[in-house]
């Protein structure tokens, strides 16, 4: 008998509506008019369905900052938002450098049992650049950690990274890195152009990004490793990786929604809730950056959700930390910015929220196809939705969110992870 | 609220209280009422300085002393006071700009100071000017000529010299018109609650 | 006019009114004993210096008690501040105090604009007085008043502003300034100490920029230079190879400025630094209006102090 059915929604916006019915957390049936014979009935008639979303780039600031996001608040945010699985990045204070911190926050995500929490290991001990963690202990430990990244921080060494890369090849994992050369980077506060200069704001080329990107393809296509990029924010990192890939090298990227909506013209307020690491850049690059992503030079969208506390961002700019809430708003950025003009189609949505990020962080049971006998993840979608974002009303114990009063499409009514509702209609259920 | 209706309406809802010929004669009635007042001349009596209010204090300093030459052949020093610095009411209106002060060459000290304004109202600005004068230099005394004297004193100060008492009221604007600053000469009531 | 954070956007008919009430107020005061005015009786002035800047805050301490106000200074050493307080707090701690206006000086670009968001509920101006290598928006009406003094006029001269552009809060001041009232401003540099993109920055639409790594072209054609401090951490951050190639190529020596026109102004914001960015002769020279700029300081931030706080409450 199914636990769930699941009435009238659209699989990847595509065909006549459909009947999905879950049983054992597991999709039992699709149809027309199924029984329901007592099952929960979600009436989604209208919305469409899409596989459960997956962020390859989350700070849930657990352990260190529970100020301002733990675990539990960070996976309620993130079902909310349409996600199942999130990867949690090491800069956590202490760093997640060893098994023990990985464990800790594995255990704790499947305690709180809204989302996947994939803990994400540090590539170098302490963040700091020098001595390699211990990849293969974290690997093997029970969270099984499969991407790893120094993110906040770049793993600027070519020869650590190229160690990096090799080492990481017998593990099947992949080294996620935050491109930013440091010493093109010293005192950085914005993207380094017109407008940041105007503002007196040093700048954060768009080449400090790309010559280490650049560098990164290079090594990885020499070791034959695997290399995913953090946070592309520039059109010179997308021809580098346009370039990359077509050379056969194992790369793949993300984009943020924050780099794919918002651009520097923000700064003139010096408010710091728009301060980012990768810094906002210019409309051309973010044009660019919709560009790759709809031909997937660009391969996935994460959120790099970063909450910080108001004493933190209700400053001055350069005393403020970089980073933006974004697990909630992520999915009506994808629609304002890539379906609504015309540059993805709901399958298309379904590939950079989903199936592709679950595939390079090497997920078996994450962005798999909506079919019978395939796990019940999913998330359902009202594409004639609109909501107006407020901080406040946000999970997240922060309320650093630079969409403040914007009207956004696309509201996520509903999220399923293995047949269990974690989130509908804007609550958490599970 | 009496009616009041002497006079032809002005276009823009005011009315002519003086014509150009009315404020000619006013002046001169005022330069001889100077003369006299002051012993203009006379062994012993101090020496007279007119120092006119920006903006239309200045012209009528100016006409006071030149009919004042015509009548006495004396030339008396004219200079101008801003007392925009001075004023208590600064936050009552949009920023003003700033008048010009020019103290005549021979200065103030130990002159008989004659200020002199247009329109004598509230007398908020003669105050100012005394402070002004103060900080300027030492005058023997102080006396003060003014073209109109409107009523609705909030200040023990009065005139030495009126052209002409205007009964107005409070709501009702005087509005004194030079050649030198308007293009015509003339004195203007214009009514409570009427707009230009 | 509520706040005085730029000059960028600063309309020009507010700048010459600014510069016009500067003009009235030296006149006013020429030859005084009692330099000082009742205008700004029973107002409270609070400078707030995050950075060292004797000569600033002495112009604006002695600009608001001229002009009667009550001056207090705060200064980032012997405040709360040096216990950790968030400039938030201090600004609001400030204004609830009872200041009418609080002058800051702050090594963070826009921290005046952000106070001046934080006091918008209680009414308070703010005067920028130099933020980060943003601006400095005082500084470049005393040198516009300097350069009125000396030359009767700004729009039609042509400025060069030499040096440190990049790390130049007075830079860029004076950019928007100058150019709003007409003038041609040549920023002269070695490329590393020339912001991104300057040359597109948008400007006065009466004036015009452009941008020259030689000076010696630029000097027989000058109105006025202005020289800009050559900061000791600059020289030792790789931004030229040497304090002598720099003085070599940019400084400005007596022969340099003998090719100057009888006429130009040659102005320093300081302080200076004798044989490197100019030398001593030039500074003491006739043609020299460093002084002058000093004695304009006061009577420019009287004005400023006028116009924020001697009108009626202004919420725009």
């Avoid at chain 2, 209106?93 to 304004?117: N, Y």
């Avoid at chain 3, 001229?66 to 980032?76: G, H, I, P, R």
Wanted: net charge negative; glycine share 10%.
């Amino acid at each position: 008998m199914s636990s769930l059915v699941i009435r009238g929604a659209q699989p990847y916006g595509e065909g006549e509506p459909v009947d999905i019915a879950v049983r054992d957390g597991v999709i039992a049936e699709i149809g027309a008019r199924l029984d329901a014979d007592g099952a929960e009935v979600i009436d989604a008639g209208g919305l469409v369905a899409l596989p459960g979303f997956v962020d390859l780039h989350t700070h849930l600031r657990e352990p260190g900052r529970e100020d301002t996001e733990t675990i539990e608040s960070g996976s309620r945010a993130a079902a909310l938002g349409g996600y199942t699985a999130v990867f949690a990045m090491a800069n956590t204070d202490p760093v997640a450098d060893n098994a023990v911190i990985v464990e800790h926050v594995w255990r704790r995500g499947r305690e709180v049992g809204l989302v996947d929490v994939h803990p994400v290991g540090a590539v170098t001990v302490g963040l700091k650049g020098e001595k390699l963690a211990e990849l293969g202990t974290m690997a093997r430990s029970a969270a099984r950690v499969r991407v790893f990244s120094d993110d906040g921080l770049c793993v600027a060494d070519p020869l650590i990274m190229r160690r990096a890369l090799e080492y990481t090849k017998a593990l099947d994992a992949v080294i996620a890195q935050h491109a930013e050369e440091p010493r093109l980077t010293v005192g950085a506060q914005a993207h380094e152009g017109e407008l940041a200069a105007r503002l007196g704001l040093a700048g954060w080329p768009a080449v400090a990004e790309e010559s280490i990107v650049a560098r990164d393809c290079l090594l990885a296509l020499h070791v034959g490793a695997r290399l995913h990029v953090c946070h592309v924010s520039t059109e010179g990192t997308a021809e580098v990786l346009r370039w990359a890939k077509g050379r056969g090298t194992r790369v793949s990227a993300e984009v943020t929604p924050h780099h794919l909506l918002l651009d520097d013209e923000r700064l003139t307020t010096y408010d710091p809730v728009n301060k980012v690491n990768p810094p906002l850049r210019t409309s051309t690059d973010a044009k660019a950056l919709r560009a790759a992503l709809a031909e997937g030079t660009v391969d996935c969208v994460a959120t790099d959700h970063a909450p910080h506390a108001s004493q933190d961002k209700d400053c001055e700019w350069s005393a403020a930390r970089p980073g933006m809430l974004g697990l909630q708003t992520a999915l009506p950025i994808v629609v304002e910015t890539m379906v609504n003009p015309g540059l993805l189609d709901w399958r298309g949505v379904a590939r950079v929220m989903s199936e592709r990020p679950a595939e390079i962080a090497g997920l078996p049971d994450q962005g798999r196809p909506i079919a019978v006998g395939e796990p019940a993840t999913l998330t359902l979608v009202d594409p004639a939705g609109r909501w107006t974002v407020r901080g406040a009303d946000l999970a997240s114990i922060a309320a650093n969110t630079p969409y403040e009063g914007m009207e956004l499409p696309g509201v996520v009514v509903a999220t399923l992870l293995r047949g269990a509702v974690t989130a509908r209609d804007g609550k958490v259920t599970a | 609220m009496p009616p009041r209706d002497r006079g032809a309406p002005e276009p823009a809802g005011q009315r002519e209280l003086l014509s150009a010929g009315d404020v000619a004669r006013t002046i001169a009635r005022m330069a001889h009422q100077v003369i006299e007042k002051t012993s203009l001349g006379a062994s012993g009596a101090s020496p007279v300085v007119l120092l006119g209010i920006p903006t239309r204090g200045a012209p009528l300093a100016a006409r006071l002393a030149a009919r004042i030459a015509e009548f006495s052949d004396i030339g008396v020093p004219v200079g101008t006071l801003d007392v925009t610095l001075y004023r208590d009411d600064l936050r009552r209106k949009p920023t003003r700009p700033l008048g010009a002060t020019a103290l005549p060459p021979g200065g103030i000290e130990d002159a008989l100071v004659i200020l002199v304004d247009d329109v004598l109202f509230s007398g908020r600005t003669i105050r100012a000017a005394l402070d002004a004068l103060r900080d300027a230099g030492r005058p023997r005394a102080v006396q003060l000529a003014v073209l109109v004297d409107r009523g609705h004193r909030e200040l023990p100060i009065r005139a030495d010299y009126v052209g002409k008492n205007v009964p107005t009221a409070r709501a009702e604007e005087v509005n004194v018109l030079f050649e030198e600053t308007d293009g015509r000469d003339a004195v203007l009531l214009r009514r409570a609650g009427e707009r230009a | 006019m509520r706040h005085l954070l730029s000059t960028d956007g600063l309309d020009p008919a507010t700048a010459l009114a600014i510069l016009d009430t500067a003009d009235g107020l030296k006149r006013t005061l020429l030859g005084r004993e009692v330099r000082k005015l009742p205008t700004l009786r029973g107002r409270t002035v609070i400078t707030m210096f995050y950075e060292n800047s004797t000569r600033t805050r002495v112009s604006f301490e002695i600009a608001g008690k001229w002009m009667s106000a009550d001056v207090v200074n705060v200064s980032a050493g012997g405040s709360s501040v040096s216990k950790g307080e968030s400039l938030r707090d201090t600004a609001l701690t400030l204004a609830a105090a009872g200041a009418d206006c609080v002058i800051v000086r702050h090594p963070a670009s826009g921290a005046a604009h952000r106070i001046a968001g934080w006091l918008a509920a209680a009414g308070t101006s703010v005067v920028n007085a130099g933020d980060g290598t943003h601006e400095h928006p005082t500084q470049a009406l005393l040198d516009a008043a300097t350069l009125r003094d000396r030359l009767g006029r700004i729009d039609g001269r042509r400025v060069a502003i030499v040096g440190d552009v990049l790390h130049s809060r007075v830079a860029r001041s004076n950019v928007h300034l100058l150019t709003s009232l007409g003038a041609e401003v040549v920023l002269v540099a070695p490329p590393t100490l020339l912001p991104v993109g300057v040359a597109d920055w948008p400007v006065g639409a009466a004036g015009s920029l452009r941008v020259s790594h030689e000076l010696d072209p630029e000097l027989p054609t000058l109105d006025a230079v202005m020289m800009l401090r050559v900061q000791a951490e600059r020289m030792h951050g790789g931004f030229f190879p040497s304090a002598r190639e720099y003085a070599i190529a940019y400084g400005l020596g007596e022969a340099r400025a003998r090719m100057l026109p009888k006429h130009a102004v040659v102005l320093h914001p300081g302080p200076m630094l004798r044989g490197m960015e100019i030398a001593a002769a030039v500074a003491d020279s006739p043609r020299a209006a460093i002084t002058d700029q000093v004695a304009n300081g006061v009577h420019v931030r009287m004005a400023v102090l006028y116009h924020l706080l001697a009108g009626e409450e202004d919420n725009s």
